[in-house]
């Protein structure tokens, strides 16, 4: 849910009605549209429609708090997009809902490495805290992330989606996963691959409709980790950290 709703009405008719809503919201999944046209649809697992979308390793994900989470619509899109894919190709999430305060650390943490890839919280709406922006890449059968930007082992070197800068391979599987993507109703981005986004400002612009979700500005605890899978994620990720850093280990990320 996009947390407290209701409180902002004055007339108490309304604060009813919109409880009585946010709870049907809660246990049923009903979409309900919100007065100024967009929804308040839940967020759920990324991977909950499909067993072929897998998420990125905890190692690596960007989110410690939760696992990758998206609207529900989102959820269902990717279910399509993966079945469009060959039957030997899985997609793979990255990172979907993001907390501002993610959003910020990411954008301190990155500006510098990738320039104008993560965008400046302070600055914008940012369309990963709207629960409908996903980045996703795609895994073969053996559970093992395809580089879409071969021969580089990054995967912000040419971001652009038509880079000719790549392998001939890389070039056409940034562009079959932009064309399974955008037959499940998603939103490309031209300058990053991997980002896709249903429902937010980019999609309305892309497609001329209304956008569908504004920001989030809390999450429910259902969709979240429990206290103890939270620290040991972030134990974890230290200690990964620290191998990397002894050992030189060079990473996708
Ligand atoms: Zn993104």
């Given at each position: 849910?996009?947390?407290?709703?209701?409180?902002?009405?004055?007339?108490?008719?309304?604060?009813?009605?919109?409880?009585?809503?946010?709870l049907?919201?809660?246990?049923?999944?009903?979409?309900?549209l919100?007065?100024?046209?967009?929804?308040?649809?839940?967020?759920?697992?990324?991977?909950?429609?499909?067993?072929?979308i897998?998420?990125?390793?905890?190692?690596?994900r960007?989110?410690?708090?939760?696992?990758?989470?998206?609207?529900?619509?989102?959820?269902?899109?990717?279910?399509?997009?993966?079945?469009?894919?060959?039957?030997?190709?899985?997609?793979?999430?990255?990172?979907?809902?993001?907390?501002?305060?993610?959003?910020?650390?990411?954008?301190?943490?990155?500006?510098?490495?990738?320039?104008?890839?993560?965008?400046?919280?302070?600055r914008?709406?940012?369309?990963?805290?709207?629960?409908?922006?996903?980045?996703?890449?795609?895994?073969?059968?053996?559970?093992?992330?395809?580089?879409l930007?071969?021969?580089?082992?990054?995967?912000?070197?040419?971001?652009?989606?038509?880079?000719?800068?790549?392998?001939?391979?890389?070039?056409?599987?940034?562009?079959?996963?932009?064309?399974?993507?955008?037959?499940?109703?998603?939103?490309?981005?031209?300058?990053?691959?991997?980002?896709?986004?249903?429902?937010?400002?980019?999609?309305?612009?892309?497609?001329?409709?209304?956008?569908?979700?504004?920001?989030?500005?809390s999450?429910?605890?259902?969709?979240?980790?429990?206290?103890?899978?939270?620290?040991?994620?972030?134990?974890?990720?230290?200690?990964?950290?620290?191998v990397?850093?002894?050992?030189?280990?060079?990473?996708?990320?």
């Amino acid at each position: 849910m996009d947390g407290s709703q209701c409180t902002h009405r004055k007339d108490r008719h309304h604060i009813y009605i919109c409880w009585l809503a946010e709870l049907l919201i809660h246990h049923q999944a009903l979409k309900v549209l919100k007065l100024d046209g967009t929804t308040m649809e839940k967020l759920v697992e990324a991977t909950k429609y499909s067993k072929r979308i897998k998420e990125l390793n905890i190692l690596a994900r960007i989110e410690l708090n939760h696992p990758v989470i998206v609207r529900e619509e989102v959820a269902q899109r990717l279910a399509d997009a993966v079945n469009k894919l060959p039957e030997e190709l899985f997609l793979q999430v990255d990172s979907g809902y993001r907390s501002k305060e993610t959003q910020k650390n990411l954008w301190q943490y990155r500006s510098n490495k990738v320039n104008d890839l993560v965008a400046d919280p302070s600055r914008e709406d940012t369309a990963h805290n709207t629960g409908g922006a996903i980045d996703v890449t795609l895994q073969n059968n053996n559970g093992k992330e395809i580089n879409l930007s071969e021969p580089f082992d990054k995967y912000y070197a040419y971001p652009e989606l038509r880079s000719k800068k790549i392998t001939i391979d890389a070039q056409n599987n940034r562009l079959l996963l932009n064309k399974v993507m955008l037959e499940a109703g998603f939103a490309p981005n031209p300058k990053e691959y991997w980002h896709f986004s249903y429902g937010d400002k980019v999609w309305a612009d892309y497609y001329k409709k209304d956008v569908l979700f504004r920001e989030i500005d809390s999450i429910d605890k259902k969709v979240q980790y429990s206290f103890p899978r939270v620290i040991f994620n972030k134990a974890i990720k230290k200690l990964w950290w620290l191998v990397r850093l002894v050992t030189g280990t060079n990473v996708n990320y």
